[in-house]
């Protein structure tokens, strides 16, 4: 029960819960020492607080008691990705991989490559890996998207969006993607439909509005527009940018 509750708080956004949390876990350790479940939910909580040191000391822990399962193990490479120590994360996850293929441990490497190290063809490598093993999964498609775009394959990238497009239509991020490409294709209108569509799947999302502000920041320099519609490209561009900032 304690860990349970723990697991929901770990879902929280704030730190006032995961100090609780810790608490909670400190009893379920107390009580059950060698159970490696409530020792791990105290190193994701403590992980959560940025305590790093604090929380790899937990998962080690937790990792000793049950060396099969990687969920510490995984715990271990996040904490090293947040602490910079990006060659330990991959030794833990590629590691893992050797072991046993695992789509969300191939994710973790491809937003590595990807997001750390800067390796866009390792990045699409490993998140192909992921899509193989979870081919539903909208978040790794769009990902190996955006890694194709990166490396200015922007054909395979927009291929890669509309696959994760017939997973879920109603994406604001995979609608989003779309229309950036179609803003750099010169495709506007285009652009502008498919950001209204993730707009109202979901109002909050800052990369929308963001992508609004560039295309009328693009119009508001373009000189064959009237100085007054020029001007409200303008004040659109300037209020999208602040939507933007907002979300």
Known sequence: RQCMEAAGIFASTQPADWER??????????????????????????????????????????HKIAPRWNMPLIG??????????YDSCENILTG???????AYVYFKLGFLYGEAKDEAYMAVKYSKEAHK???QKTNIINNIGAYYARMGEEDSALYYYHKAFEQDSNNAFTLNNIATIYKNNGQIDE???????????DSTTSENYETFAMIYADKM??????????????????ANYAKAIKY
């Not at 020792?39 to 403590?46: D, V």
């Not at 652009?191 to 799947?201: T, V």
């Open 221 to 238: 320099g373009n000189e064959n527009y009237l100085l007054g519609e020029r001007l409200n490209f303008y004040h659109l561009a300037v």
């Open 76 to 85: 271990k490479s996040d904490v090293y990705y947040e602490m910079g120590l």
């Open 133 to 135: 093993l979870a081919p």
């Open 191 to 201: 652009a502008i439909e498919m950001l209204n569509r993730a707009l109202k799947a």
């Open 96 to 102: 893992i991989a050797k072991q046993q293929d695992i």
């Open 21 to 62: 949390g810790v608490k909670i876990m400190d009893s379920a350790v107390a009580a059950y020492p060698n159970n490696p479940l409530p020792i791990f939910l105290r190193g994701r909580l403590l992980y959560n607080l940025e305590r790093y040191d604090e929380a790899l000391l937990e998962l080690e822990k937790s």
